[in-house]
């Protein structure tokens, strides 16, 4: 059904989710059907022999099949939502003049026309064009009573399909302007929830960032290099943390987070203090903002561990990776040093954080291997909705 939206009813040309995108697959969904539908309508005049009927149902026809082609490239949602419901109603007001095998169905789409209009059209539309359709029909029974004319059906019964049309357009109105102005409010409702996030992520950082400057002036007072290496490794936890909320804000996603972005940017501060070479090889994916975090706190710990506990006095690389296959995801981070002892992996306060971390992931696995160099990969799944 996915393949059909997106490509048979050309639901990729716009946004998902959207009002656009829902109007858009109808109208070509009602191409199909109207279609399907006057083919039969065609047939059946051809073998009664209304032949004015046909040439109808045939130019109709026509001019979906010609709306349904150039649709979106050049005509637009609205301008083929005009020429749909154009021929719909020229087809819908000409049942109630020439004779047709089954005019009872005519009616029940004269009944289902208001329906149409509001939806693909909006309020304000809607409304100019029911009053026009009003008008037309509103002339059928005058036409019908003055000439003394017998269409389809006598005057009498002709003003009450007028009467009706207008009553049913009058209620769908009604409720698709509620719609419209809850749609409205609710719209109204976001922005403002948006710039309420925006602030609390750039409050939450501006704190963090007051919070590390505190702890940095404070390590820069200490002496002993085991305490002075311990400060410096929580400040390095809070930038992971701070980092995190300043790409929620500055990227106007509150919910998500580009883990490329994400990752690289903790990657790039790492950089700077030290002569091993970082390398990345992140895929763009937008992930969960808990999941960031955990992630970003992982990748934290484990190129930190790498730097200060790997090579020793000589120069290495570090590679980190972040790779998606459908809905499992893999996180990366080796190093060529000199490894370490797997039997006192729980001494670490860091490969304790990377493990403890990696177990709140969804369905996450943590694999490490010391052999040649170390090697952490964090194996989790996008989380099932």
Same mark, same amino acid.
């Given at each position: ?70 649709? &979106?490239?050049?005509?637009? !949602? ?5 020429? $749909? !419901? ?12 020439? &004779?047709?095998?089954? &005019? ?8 289902? !026309? ?21 008008? /037309?029909?509103?002339?059928? &029974? ?15 019964? !002709? ?15 009604? $409720? ?72 929620? +804000?500055?990227?106007?996603? +509150? ?26 090889? /992140? ?8 999941? *960031? ?16 506990? *790997? ?12 790779? #998606? ?7 990366? /981070? ?8 797997? #039997? ?35 194996y989790f799944d996008t989380e099932e909705v």
């Amino acid at each position: 059904m996915g393949f059909f939206e997106e490509e048979v009813l050309k639901g990729k040309y716009f946004t998902p989710k959207s009002r656009d995108r829902l109007r858009a697959t109808m109208v070509n969904l009602f191409i199909f059907v109207g279609s399907f539908v006057m083919l039969l309508y065609a047939y059946e005049n051809m073998i009664q022999g209304y032949y004015m009927m046909l040439g109808v149902d045939l130019f109709t026809i026509l001019i979906l099949l010609i709306t349904y082609l150039i649709f &979106p490239h050049f005509i637009g !949602l609205i301008n083929s939502s005009y020429m $749909i !419901l154009g021929a719909l109603t020229f087809l819908l007001s000409l049942s109630l003049i020439v &004779p047709d095998r089954d &005019p009872e169905l005519s009616l029940f789409g004269l009944a289902g !026309l208001p329906v149409f209009v509001f939806f693909f059209l909006g309020v304000k539309k809607g409304i100019r064009w029911s009053i026009n359709m009003f008008t /037309i029909l509103l002339f059928i &029974p005058l036409i019908s009573y003055g000439a003394g004319i017998e269409f389809v059906y006598d005057w009498e019964l !002709l003003s009450q399909i007028v009467l009706g049309y207008l009553a049913i357009s009058y209620m769908v109105y009604i $409720i698709e302007n509620e719609r419209s102005s809850y749609e409205h409010r609710l719209n109204i409702a976001l922005e403002e929830n948006t710039i309420l996030f925006k602030e609390v992520h750039h409050r939450t950082k501006n704190n963090m960032q007051v919070i590390m400057s505190l702890l940095e002036r404070q390590a820069f007072t200490i002496d002993n290099p085991k305490y002075k290496k311990m400060f410096e490794a929580h400040i390095d936890r809070l930038k992971a943390m701070s980092m995190m909320h300043k790409n929620l +804000y500055t990227n106007h996603s +509150y919910e998500e987070v580009n883990i490329q972005a994400y990752l690289e940017e903790i990657a790039q501060n790492l950089q700077t203090y030290t002569e091993h070479t970082i390398r990345t090889d /992140i895929n763009s994916v937008w992930v969960d903002m808990k999941v *960031a975090m955990n992630l970003g706190l992982i990748f934290n710990e484990a190129v930190t561990n790498a730097i200060e506990h *790997a090579f020793g006095e000589q120069k290495g690389m570090i590679k980190t990776s972040f790779k #998606t296959i459908g809905t499992r995801h893999r996180l990366c /981070i080796q190093d060529s040093g000199k490894g370490f002892d797997v #039997t006192k992996i729980y001494q670490s306060l860091g490969i304790t954080l990377i493990r403890d971390l990696g177990a709140t992931l969804h369905r996450g696995i943590v694999d490490i291997n010391a052999d040649e160099g170390v090697k952490i990969v964090i194996y989790f799944d996008t989380e099932e909705v």
